[in-house]
């Protein structure tokens, strides 16, 4: 059982009008969007300085993560991804998809692969990607959660034991390790860090609820049980949109909303070679995840969207009012 422009590519836009009726079924208590704005700052500080992948760190502005990854690896590809309501002036963008030149991350991979003769590899050898999850308007676009996947060839490839003291030297001892002989005998391995709202590491028992699910966005991350052709950083957009109207849906509520978590992912090398080398790694996938800060952005959003409901409501109730037909 697991462990449960830098270079803008285009934006890719969800309708969803219809969702905002059903915010409306959904109580956010009496805080305004700007007070949930500040709330969703105040948790962000607790959490901000403490972790990061290759000096990307949760809390950072999607300014600051951009830096951070240019002086990673100044050649990535950005695709932002956003979600239009038409009470709001603007799409809200929600995460940036950021991929090395080798890795296709267009729409239309037969026309591209026809017409234009690109690759259309989603997930070549010696090849790196992120996904970065941001808070929406009202609040500043700030990095919630960040997810890395590198994928290996035979020759690049790195020893389990290596990756396995590196990350425990950079987090600390996990809350669980599903171990070595796991890897070499089905081929995954599977490392968690908790944190608990205090900042404390857990034994990561009260997680996994939290990290079931394909849906629920904050905390889903690429499982290696499911092979390294089942990886897809990018969160599905009609989650997003159901995210914001149930919140159960974004972080499963308590106790993940409290949570900080860590999730290293161990591929090995089977789709480069059969049987697969023992303690070689083929792919690597980490994750970094504030339950408290994604809760109070997404609180803010969906507050902000009601009062822009109730907003237009109102504006189209004192329009009518004006209207006279003849009778």
């Not at 990561?204 to 849906?215: I, K, N, P, R, V």
């Not at 997003?240 to 106790?255: F, G, M, Q, V, Y």
């Not at 070689?280 to 959003?301: C, H, N, Y």
Request: net charge positive.
């Amino acid at each position: 059982m697991r462990l449960l422009a830098f270079f803008i590519a285009g934006a890719a836009v969800v309708c969803a009008q219809s969702a905002l009726d059903q915010l409306k079924a959904y109580q956010d208590g009496n805080a305004t969007p700007a007070q949930a704005a500040r709330q969703n700052a105040a948790s962000s500080a607790a959490t901000a300085n403490k972790y990061d992948i290759v000096g990307i760190k949760v809390g950072m502005t999607i300014q600051e993560a951009l830096a951070a990854l240019k002086a990673h690896a100044p050649n990535f590809r950005l695709k932002p991804e956003s979600i239009k309501y038409d009470v709001v002036p603007n799409p809200m963008t929600y995460g940036i998809w950021a991929t090395s030149p080798n890795i296709y991350n267009g729409d239309n991979a037969v026309y591209d692969k026809v017409y234009k003769g690109a690759s259309t590899e989603r997930l070549p050898t010696d090849s790196e990607q992120f996904y970065f999850l941001l808070a929406m308007p009202p609040n500043r676009p700030t990095v919630s959660k960040v997810t890395r996947f590198i994928r290996w060839s035979l020759n690049t490839a790195p020893h389990q034991d290596t990756l396995a003291s590196d990350l425990i030297k950079k987090y600390g001892t996990p809350s669980s390790d599903t171990g070595a002989e796991k890897f070499n005998g089905n081929g995954s391995r599977d490392m968690l860090w908790v944190d608990d709202s205090r900042g404390n590491r857990t034994s990561g028992q009260e997680a996994a609820s939290c990290l079931g699910g394909t849906d629920r966005i904050t905390f889903q991350f690429p499982w290696p049980e499911s092979g390294i052709v089942g990886v897809s950083l990018p969160p599905n957009s009609t989650n997003i949109k159901s995210s914001l109207e149930n919140p159960r849906l974004r972080t499963n509520a308590e106790p993940c909303a409290q949570l900080t978590m860590i999730v290293a992912g161990f591929f090995d090398t089977r789709s480069l070679r059969y049987p697969p080398a023992p303690n070689v790694v083929g792919g690597l996938a980490v994750m970094i995840a504030s339950g408290p800060m994604d809760r109070s952005a997404t609180e803010a959003t969906r507050a902000y969207l009601m009062q822009a409901a109730k907003d237009r409501d109102t504006k189209q109730s004192k329009t009518a009012e004006q209207n006279r037909p003849k009778m």
